[in-house]
């Protein structure tokens, strides 16, 4: 068991356990599922600083907090016990687009030469990890919410200002691989 | 901004956009079952390889199925679960009547998500998957994660003054 488990799963088994999360955090509590308001309520918890935005009653929504503490246990768990042997599958084309621009780590999840801890202090840290993060909290927030909120139960609940934020999600995205990250790997 | 005043429904500061719409207070025990949800999600997040930065550069080169295969099926499942909640009237295990938020369209939901794009790019992660990336081991994503707090900061800072 633990060994099937191990390895990587399919794109539909994927789809269908993260899809019936939407029904899952509905029926057991009325939870609405969107992951970047935990961000929010961080936020309201620890720095409201008299911000409107930040001010509301965030002990009723820690439910978040405790779906995406949950999450990273998750994490810790499916790279250990559920550790699986062989390395990420990359694309040929992708991999080849990627050596170009100047990535060198193929193994793991993530390329360790821009999301190692040695790249913490360095332009390359400040790119994909600063600025990286700094344009997801801002546009998520700004958005209304990230792909599970607007792509997977916005969607799901056919509100339309969820396809837009999609469409716009996917554009922003293109936008970030096809010009961004060559800008970015000029200047590292 | 401090003093503003926005009583427009759509962007409301006590609005949560994943809203707890549970009218019974949960007790921590309670919540405790939305921290195991969160688990095995992210469990499904790093087995299938959603957090990989290179699964989302493979879905914005269009070299991959996989990326727009998971979210497809998931959009798929999720939407036929909540029909047959609606047509069915499926109550919550509390016996609540489910309540499924509406959205207001703004202009954020562009300006916004243009951004947020440029930064999935970057990070290969949505909010969700830096804390499954944290958790597989990559302790720099935590630079990321607080980065990603401080963006969202921002936002309620000059909220008053972006065009919504």
Request: proline share 4%; with cysteine; aromatic share 14%.
């Amino acid at each position: 068991m633990i060994q099937f488990l191990s390895q990587p799963w399919p794109w539909y088994v994927a789809g269908v356990l993260i899809g019936l999360t939407v029904p899952a955090l509905l029926l057991l509590g009325n939870k609405v599922f969107g992951l970047s308001s935990s961000l929010r309520h961080i936020c309201a918890a620890c720095f409201p600083a008299g911000i409107p935005f930040f001010r509301y009653d965030w002990k009723r929504e820690s439910w978040n907090l405790f779906f995406v503490g949950g999450i990273l246990i998750g994490g810790i768990i499916a790279t250990t016990t559920l550790a699986s042997q062989s390395p990420v599958l990359i694309e040929e084309s992708t991999r080849n687009a990627l050596e170009q621009l100047g990535v060198r780590d193929f193994s793991g999840l993530m390329p360790s030469d821009l999301f190692g801890t040695s790249s913490v202090l360095t332009l390359k840290g400040f790119f994909f990890l600063v600025l990286g993060g700094l344009l997801v909290g801002f546009g998520t927030r700004y958005a209304g919410g990230c792909t599970s909120g607007h792509s997977i139960s916005g969607l799901a609940n056919l509100q339309w200002p969820s396809l837009i934020a999609t469409i716009c999600f996917m554009i922003g995205g293109f936008a970030g691989t096809w010009i961004l990250l060559p800008l970015i790997f000029k200047t590292v | 901004m401090a003093g503003e005043k926005i009583t427009d429904a759509r962007f409301r500061a006590d609005a949560c956009e994943a809203p707890n719409n549970q009218q019974q207070a949960e007790s921590f025990a309670g919540n405790l079952k939305y921290g195991l949800t969160g688990v095995f999600f992210g469990i499904v997040f790093v087995k299938a390889e959603i957090v990989s930065w290179f699964r989302i550069q493979e879905m914005f080169r269009l070299d991959s199925f996989h990326m727009y295969g998971v979210i497809g099926t998931a959009v798929a499942t999720a939407a036929i679960s909540v029909y047959l909640i609606k047509i069915f009237r499926i109550r919550t295990f509390s016996g609540e009547e489910v309540v499924f938020p509406r959205k207001t369209f703004h202009r954020g939901h562009v300006y916004g998500s243009l951004l947020f794009g440029l930064g999935w790019a970057l990070t290969g992660a949505c909010p969700g998957p830096l804390f499954a990336q944290i958790g597989a081991g990559f302790h720099a994503v935590l630079v990321t994660l607080l980065s990603a707090v401080a963006g969202t900061w921002l936002y309620g800072y000059f909220r008053g003054k972006l065009p919504h």
